[in-house]
């Protein structure tokens, strides 16, 4: 079960319930007043961690604690900011997510993994996919290796990853599982972050990328 506290207006928490399979996730808090179900996540509280999921747009969103024990934080907004995720904000949502993204990312920043919008993603690509050359300098990939992460850049599966490049999708889970390893991360989001973040562009500056 996933345990989840929204902050927000009242139609953006309507429209987050709405999306939401009760037999998955369970919203124990909305703002300041507690659901029904809170008292289910008492019992497991010390043992499971819980999501809060804020609208950036909030008026109130500026004064979330985000150090509070066991407590996870994605944010919803209108852009992507590149100083936004960190080590407490794992995921960033735009208003119009898919309701299977909505439940595949929250259960990956359970996971402690970042997701990201795909609707944020494809911009971040098309503005940064000239790093995927970088990366793989940096990171002493392989020549196939790099033709990988190009792909894994590009948003491509394992299948499309191996339809494009005449391999077993064995073959490109091998290669993937290099990547990450060389790279020092879990998931294919953090590659593309930490691609990203190796830029030749200035990081003390911030950046957005709309829909």
């Known amino acids: 079960m996933i345990y989840i506290e929204l902050r927000g207006h009242n139609i953006f928490c309507e429209g987050i319930k709405s ?5 998955l996730v369970n919203v124990i808090q909305e703002n300041h007043i507690k659901t029904k179900h809170y008292r289910a996540y008492e019992d497991v509280r010390t043992a499971e961690a819980k999501i809060c999921v804020i609208d950036a747009e909030y008026s109130g969103s500026n004064r979330v604690d985000y150090n509070e ?3 996870k934080y994605v944010l919803f907004s209108q852009s992507f900011n590149s100083r936004s995720c960190n080590n407490k904000v794992k995921g960033f949502f735009s208003f119009s ?4 993204n909505l439940h595949s990312g929250l259960e990956a920043v359970l996971n402690k993994e970042t997701f990201i919008d ?4 494809n911009n971040v690509i098309e503005l940064k996919k000239d790093r995927g050359l970088n990366g793989a300098i940096r990171y002493k990939l392989t020549a196939r290796e790099s033709d990988v992460l190009q792909l894994i850049i590009g948003q491509f599966n394992n299948e499309k990853i ?7 999708e064995n073959t490109v889970k091998n290669h993937v599982s290099h990547i990450l390893q060389k790279m020092n991360v879990k998931s294919r989001n953090q590659v593309i972050l930490k691609v990203r973040s190796h830029s030749d562009i200035n990081p003390t500056e911030e950046y957005e990328y709309s829909l």
């Open 162 to 168: 191996a339809d494009k490049l005449g391999l077993s």
């Open 69 to 71: 024990a066991k407590t």
């Open 19 to 23: 999306m939401l399979d009760e037999s």
């Open 118 to 121: 795909p609707f944020f993603m």
């Open 97 to 100: 997510i898919s309701k299977e």
